[in-house]
């Protein structure tokens, strides 16, 4: 009986994450001090995590769905520009420039999502053109309109409250980070249309005979990929209050090492949202904690490699275990 | 005659230069067995996904209860009550056996824009489903697919679309990787579809089976129909050549089945090897 | 004459300063029948190989002189004397010292100096009051982001106080929320480090973030290589100490019109090198420059 | 009686904590086909794997014409002169026929480290051996596997492992997708082959097809041999309640095709649906 | 009969690198001006091809065979920096630098086959944490051993004449590429190892089966592509003189999209070594011709995402066409 019990929570994709997570924040407990879990070390390990984990949410679903998204390296710059260009150059009122960056999202979004969909090229191909193509464009038209590459933008306090400020150490995204966690682990663990993305990852084929309106749905799921980028890029403008026309390159990684520790399968059929909230924790707990540790920074390339090689081969063996796991017979 | 409640319509398919299918004309009555026959690459499968909304036909239409349709995509031609099996596939190995069963209408509990997916009905009923069906060893919609032997997998993708198949079952190749007990299940839920009133299409390469369910046979070669007859009207022998592409190959089958009665425990002689 | 300028990176705010100058002096060189081209480097990833690369494209075009930036003596030394070889004109500007151009053979050098750049940091820190510095370095290991580093941790140790390097992993580079929080962190964990300096203006904006979030404006002093307008915000409104302008305007500006003017008319300029930073600016300075700003010259 | 060209002895086989075989005791003589029966899941392709190299037996051994072998490999197994078709894949779609026939043991002209693939040969052969199998569509080895048709894709894996099954020859349900053309000739094929003197272990969930074929039945229930009888020593129906892993279908089988004569034309009894 | 012979070009998996190929030397031949092919711009845009194009076949060939490797933007920089260490700072012999770093470079190629083939995890994710844990290894231990992170060099002159110097605009690298370029197509295409690779790109159970000793290949292929990339950093150590410890992100970006350009198919199976030695050198014409043209350069970035979505998309026609062509019968 609590045989059965334990093997029901193991088999579950977040099972990993959650181990590898209790046990970074131990370690850093053990080696960085106990201040490592004061209110204002975990608000910044958690205010570091929120940017990446907005993102890597919708990106780790694509991942179930059996895609991948590394467009979003431009579109949260492109967030973060346009909303600069409009309302801190162009000096128009700063929910434009907010509208502006949501829809320029939606817009990169769907042409990701129409290019797979209809030419069948693998997504990491197309959203590779897409960065390059969208983060050029972006830097090309910040130069020829400005003449710089970096932009000041300054917004009311009542839109920095609510998107870009810190109080007492936890920085507002935070709190959009949970609100969107839980809208997503309702989208995808409660309501019947999570079910698809499971299903469209395991065997798209087979989805799509089962009636699930496959293509929609993958647009769907760039398209929120691309706005959930433009988002954290608007809030980051709003809250550093300046913009560099630079991709991030590293967040693509970022959010893929955060998805992949949080149990997701790179292939697809496999994975959860608390699953990918866990490991975009642990991300932000091994980067932040090293700042705790006598450890030379130098290394901290390192601990990061070894930490996503760790967390890979556990929820493989999770994953293993679930697979062929049954509850025991009566007999032996 | 009654309406039909399926009906293709000189139907014309073709992939870019390819032409698959050639003016098929067919008719799919309540409470009747279709058996759509024909050797590999003949254009069964390609029936079947306009059928089921997969394609649409290049020219021609589709009939239902005699009134034109068009499916616009898989999930509207099973609103409109048609539940297929595909060849191949169907069940999606890192999904729970409940959660599978019901892709694509997941049933929900709750109210207004809270409607949350039901696991436990939804287990309950796919549970119950599959062991209907005689495999009595699932007894927990939470396991994996992935973790089901090749033939309860093949099981669990007929009872589902036979839950779901409201007027309209569709079956292709069902049996083909199925042992003898598992087919022999699926002969008997087809018959019980057929008692219920449900108009079935069964697609198999074993004379044996489809004699045994179907009531009605359409044999397709090269992509047009080159017989469709009622049961009794051709022998086995006839319909074997017809599944065979038209070749005349019952007596080859024939011969070669012989064996076992002509030369019991003795190494066959080399003959039927020439041809 | 048709002349070749070598640059940094597109997105890279300081190259787009030096284009600045490049356009303006394109229309004198225009004027007398030339011609000017302005290469950027595509990436600073395989710096040492693409800085030399680069030059090779410019003699591949034919020109009659060429601007370059000596980033890496080692690789790009061996380029620019092919250059010069070929007849081509050369002048170095932005990185590199006159000893360097006078080995070479080129006319002059107009920039300033990685090294004594940060070494200006450090010693304006020190002056502010810092007894212990960071530099927050986003790109460890990028030979002339070291070289900032270390004249500033140099500066610092020489005038009694201590320094070091706070190397960031490369998944943080490009990330503000990583480069504040990496900052906020830090400073927890180093109460007595009351000086800060960035290697560039967008590291600035995080860093002076990642100061605010610690409550530390005010206290922990903040300085950066190079600037952009939030940068000056900052500095008008007091929660930036400084930054360190090296003029990018006046080293591209000048570097073009004269190398034109000594292969068009054969002019030298006696003053050599001709050092154009570092220049700071603070809030007693700030106004003249956001004034600069307006006009994209500085 | 002769050495057996191959045999198991006390083979078992567990996957982790899942025991698949117990105790397999089976002999392969030349010029002998041996089928292989049994149920989804019984272990039949597991027995297979072990045969072709896939998989080492946990413990027991494998005897090679009375001597102890240990197949490293696949590739050990097929240097024994073991051929197999395995149930699933065996050609790889965006490869052309003549490469895709050949991989793994490519033809090479050429001489010392110069020795270079031999297309145009390579072709010749791969093309012959899929016509003389009676797909005469294909005349270019050129072209790509992905272009062919289910059932010549598996023709094409059959008549490879015919053309390199040096000794033994080992097919893993070769006749699920085939049409009753294309599996009539693998069953003739088998038949050459054993006229050849090659062992042939033939996996089939169709009666008929073990019947027309076999000089020998093992059947496996849950992993274990349950019988094992040569030719004519057992009626139909004894191997069908065999091969539904020792259920009795045969009789309910016989009842369901027994249809088609007494009920010529009219819909069946409902009886039959009942279980 | 013409149309055969045409058809049978036309399905080769180079068949759209060389199209594209002409297309952009045309392009930048009318829009930069005839110097953009006088011998020293072809010089010049050979050298900038040759260091990625001896990575870029081996990666191509292990996404032929179905896997991919980004770890080569850290063992390009272990290559270089392995090299001026030993040889430089440590002032050995330039030979035991040289191959102290084709050794590591083996290490690390060993590393990663080995953990592919044994966990069964994704080698895209594999070699992301190599990536990170071999690029903070070098920069930790160059800083712990020399206190600096950029090394100078200085060779023998035979040395620097063999693998880094420039004879008349063309750098020695050039040659190598053209050299490994042929033996790699000789082991690919010629010799019966290649059809292994492409088998296992295809269905690698079948591959297996088949009596490929597929594990093996899989280690060989990850050791080919780590050690060229040490070979690349070597040569450019050798050339440059000075080397810096940082990982070269963008080489990963730019390998892939050479190798699809080329016509590799990231998801396995088809391909060619010369379609990667075309899409290299698309590659850097596209880079590098922009200089000979009059576009502000801030657009690259741009032109390279669309020619890449353009490539691929050709690529995918191309494909399409190979898969359903059939010498035409006699009749229609
Ligand atoms: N999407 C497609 N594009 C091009 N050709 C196709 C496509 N689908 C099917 N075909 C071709 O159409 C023909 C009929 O295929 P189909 O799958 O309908 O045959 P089938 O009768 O089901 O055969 P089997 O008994 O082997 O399942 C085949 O020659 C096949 O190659
Ligand atoms: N690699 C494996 N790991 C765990 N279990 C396995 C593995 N391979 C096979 N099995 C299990 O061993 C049992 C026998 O499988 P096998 O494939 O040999 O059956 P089979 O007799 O060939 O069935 P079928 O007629 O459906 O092909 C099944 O229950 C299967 O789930
Ligand atoms: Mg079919
Ligand atoms: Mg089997």
Redesign the interface.
């Known amino acids: 009986m609590n045989s059965s019990i334990f093997g029901?929570l193991l088999?579950r994709p977040e099972a990993g994450a959650l181990i590898g997570l209790i046990g970074v924040i131990t370690f850093f407990a053990i080696v960085g001090g106990i201040e490592f879990l004061y209110p204002s070390s975990v608000g910044s390990w958690l205010s570091r995590a929120a940017a990446l984990g907005i993102v890597a949410i919708p990106v780790g679903l694509l991942m179930i769905a059996g895609e991948l998204d590394i467009s979003v390296g431009a579109t949260i710059t492109s967030g973060a520009l346009i909303t600069a260009l409009v309302s801190g150059y162009y000096e128009m009122p700063i929910v434009v420039g907010m509208l502006a960056s949501l829809g320029f999202g939606a817009v990169v979004g769907l042409l990701n999502g129409f290019l797979v969909v209809r030419t069948g090229v693998p997504s990491f191909i197309v959203t590779l053109g897409t960065l390059f193509a969208v983060s050029g464009l972006l830097l090309g038209a910040t130069v020829v309109l400005t003449g710089t590459t970096s932009i000041a933008l300054t917004a009311p306090e009542i839109i920095k409250s609510t998107f870009g400020a810190y109080f007492g150490g936890f920085q507002v995204l935070v709190l959009w980070w949970i609100g969107i966690t839980a809208a997503f682990v309702?989208f995808v663990?409660?309501?019947?249309f999570?079910?698809?993305i499971?299903?469209m990852?395991?065997?798209k084929?087979?989805?799509?005979?089962?009636?699930?309106?496959t293509d929609r749905m993958t647009i769907l799921l760039f398209v929120l990929s691309s706005v959930c980028a433009s988002f954290v890029g608007m809030s980051q403008a709003i809250l550093f209050q300046s913009v560099q026309a630079t991709p991030q390159l590293t967040l693509i990684f970022n959010t893929i090492i955060a998805v992949v520790v949080g149990g997701v399968?790179l292939t697809g059929?496999?994975g959860s949202v608390i699953g990918i909230f866990f490991g975009t924790i642990t991300f932000a707990v091994v980067t932040q904690g090293i700042y705790y540790t006598s450890f030379d920074q130098t290394w901290s390339n390192m601990v990061i490699g070894i930490l996503l090689l760790g967390a890979v081969l556990m929820n493989n063996t999770f994953r293993k275990m679930?697979?062929?796991?049954?509850?025991k017979k009566g007999g032996k | 005659m009654p309406t039909p409640i399926l009906a293709l319509r000189g139907v014309n398919k073709s992939f870019?230069?390819?032409d698959v299918l050639h003016d098929i004309n067919l008719e799919l009555h309540a409470?009747?067995v279709l058996c759509l026959l024909?050797?590999?690459?003949?254009g069964k499968s390609t029936v079947i996904r306009i059928l089921?909304g997969?394609h649409k036909p290049t020219t021609g239409t589709l009939e239902m209860d005699g009134k034109p349709v068009a499916f616009a995509?898989?999930?509207d031609?099973?609103?409109h009550g048609i539940a297929?099996v595909?060849q191949f596939?169907?069940?999606?190995?890192?999904?729970s056996i409940g959660?599978?069963f019901?892709?694509?209408?997941?049933p929900?509990k709750g109210w207004g824009p809270f409607?949350?997916?039901d696991r436990k009905r939804a287990n309950e009923i796919a549970v119950k489903a599959v062991r209907d069906f005689?495999i009595t060893r699932i007894?927990?919609g939470?396991?994996?697919v992935?973790?089901l032997?090749?033939?309860?997998r093949q099981s669990l993708a007929i009872a589902r679309a036979v839950h779901f198949g409201a007027r309209v079952l569709i079956l292709d190749?069902p049996t083909?990787?199925?042992?003898?007990?598992?087919?022999?299940h699926v002969?008997?839920?087809v018959?019980?579809a057929?008692?219920r009133g449900l108009a079935v299409i069964f697609i198999t390469?074993?004379?044996?089976h489809a004699?045994?369910?179907g009531?009605h046979f359409a044999v397709l070669i090269r992509g047009a129909v080159a017989a469709d007859f009622?049961?009794?009207e051709k022998s086995r022998e006839e319909i074997?050549d017809l599944?065979?592409?038209g070749?005349s190959?019952a007596s080859?089958?024939a011969e070669?089945?012989s064996?076992?009665e002509t030369?019991?425990?003795?190494?066959?002689p080399?003959a039927?090897?020439k041809? | 004459a048709e002349i070749a300028v070598i640059g940094g990176m597109n997105s890279d705010q300081f190259w787009n300063k030096i284009k600045k100058g490049v356009d303006d002096a394109r229309l004198v060189v225009e004027a007398n029948g030339g011609k000017v081209d302005y290469l950027r480097m595509q990436s600073y990833d395989n710096f040492a190989a693409d800085a030399a690369d680069i030059i090779r494209v410019a003699i591949s075009q034919n020109p009659d002189g060429i601007a370059v930036p000596n980033w890496v003596y080692e690789s790009q030394d061996p380029a620019i004397k092919e250059a010069i070889a070929a007849g081509i004109k050369v002048i170095l500007f932005n990185a590199g010292t006159i000893e360097k151009a006078d080995e070479l053979g080129a006319i002059n050098y107009v920039g300033s100096d990685e090294y004594i750049a940060g070494r200006a940091g450090g010693e304006q820190l020190a002056k502010l009051g810092a007894k212990k510095g960071v530099c927050i370095n986003t790109l460890p290991g990028t030979a002339n982001i070291e070289a900032r580093c270390k004249g500033m941790i140099d500066a610092m140790t020489e005038a009694g106080a201590t320094a070091e390097q706070l190397p960031l992993p490369s998944t943080a580079f490009g990330d503000p929320a990583a480069i504040a929080e990496a900052v906020k962190a830090y400073l927890s964990q180093n109460p007595d480090v009351t000086g800060a300096l960035a290697i560039g203006a967008g590291e600035a904006d995080a860093a002076a973030i990642g100061i605010q979030q610690a409550g530390l404006t005010g206290k922990v002093s903040l300085g950066c290589f190079d600037f952009n307008e939030a940068t000056l915000n900052r500095i008008k409104a007091g929660e930036q100490a400084f930054a360190i302008d090296q003029q990018p305007y006046l080293q591209a500006l000048l570097a073009v019109t004269l190398l034109a003017s000594h292969i068009d008319f054969g002019t030298d300029l006696p003053t050599a090198p001709l050092l154009t930073g570092p220049g700071i600016i603070d809030a007693s300075n700030v106004d003249a420059t956001i004034a600069g700003v307006q006009l994209g010259a500085r």
């Open positions: 029901g088999r309702f663990h409660l309501s019947p999570g079910n698809w499971f299903a990852g395991g065997d084929v087979s989805a799509r005979n089962a009636g699930i309106p399968l059929g496999f679930a697979l062929s796991y049954a509850p | 870019g230069p390819i409470g009747e024909g050797d590999n690459g003949a089921s997969v995509s898989p999930r031609a099973s609103d297929t595909h596939g169907g069940t999606f190995p890192l999904m959660r599978s019901f892709v694509g209408v997941e929900t409607k949350v997916y005689g007894d927990d939470d396991r994996l992935g973790g032997s090749g033939g309860e190749e083909a990787a199925l042992g003898v007990k598992q087919a022999t002969l008997r839920i018959n019980e057929k008692r390469h074993q004379v044996m004699m045994a369910v009531d009622k049961k009794g074997t599944m065979a592409g070749a190959m080859l089958e070669i089945a064996y076992m030369h019991d425990g003795h190494p066959p080399v039927a090897a041809t």
